[in-house]
């Protein structure tokens, strides 16, 4: 990173748990640049939740809002924009989010990602994990190995909280 005048948009990607959107949130705050979650604006466009979306358009439809969504909101600057775990899936996405601002992958091991995407208040709001979480996780990221690192920086969150993930993040921009 060469400073932050060089940083049109802040791009967030990674395996769902992985804490992109907290992570969005205390950048949004710390830098004063509007905070983009594509879930949440895809919902605000179809009027509808991400699950009503999957069970009744299905995924290729959720998808092609999400490249939609990535689209409008990375022809703008100043933003900090949080993806679903699932954007990195086209190459078209990857291209869009590498031309609109500097892309940075979370991760974590799946031992806390399946603790993240457990917790109550996240069960029921990923229909890719529905049922056995813990066996959906584990075959979605052995499929998704590779899927983000055409990021241009990656932070491991494993052991980090999602304060400690932004401040990296800011002193890197510096
Ligand atoms: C998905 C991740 C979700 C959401 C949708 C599909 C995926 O976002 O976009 O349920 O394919 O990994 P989060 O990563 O914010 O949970």
Redesign the pocket.
């Known amino acids: 990173m060469d400073g932050l005048g060089k940083c049109r948009n802040i791009v967030l990607v990674g395996?769902?748990?992985t804490g992109?959107?907290t992570v969005s949130r205390i950048l949004s705050e710390r830098l004063g640049w509007e905070r983009i979650d594509?879930?949440e604006e895809i919902e605000r466009r179809a009027g509808k939740t991400?699950p009503q979306l999957f069970a009744e358009e299905g995924e290729q439809s959720?998808r092609n809002w999400?490249s939609r969504v990535l689209e409008d909101v990375l022809s703008g600057s100043g933003k900090v924009v949080?993806t679903?775990?699932?954007?990195v899936l086209r190459e078209s996405n990857r291209r869009v989010m590498l031309a609109g601002g500097w892309v940075v992958a979370l991760t974590a091991d799946k031992d806390s990602l399946i603790k993240r995407v457990s917790s109550s208040a996240a069960a029921g709001s990923?229909?890719?994990l529905a049922g056995d979480a813990e066996a959906r996780v584990t075959a979605?990221l052995e499929s998704r190995q590779r899927a983000y690192d055409f990021a241009q920086a990656t932070i491991d969150t494993s052991r980090l909280s999602p304060a400690d993930v932004a401040n990296m993040m800011l002193n890197w921009m510096r």
């Open positions: 395996f769902m748990g992109k959107s594509t879930d991400i959720f999400e949080a679903g775990g699932g954007a990923r229909p890719l979605l």
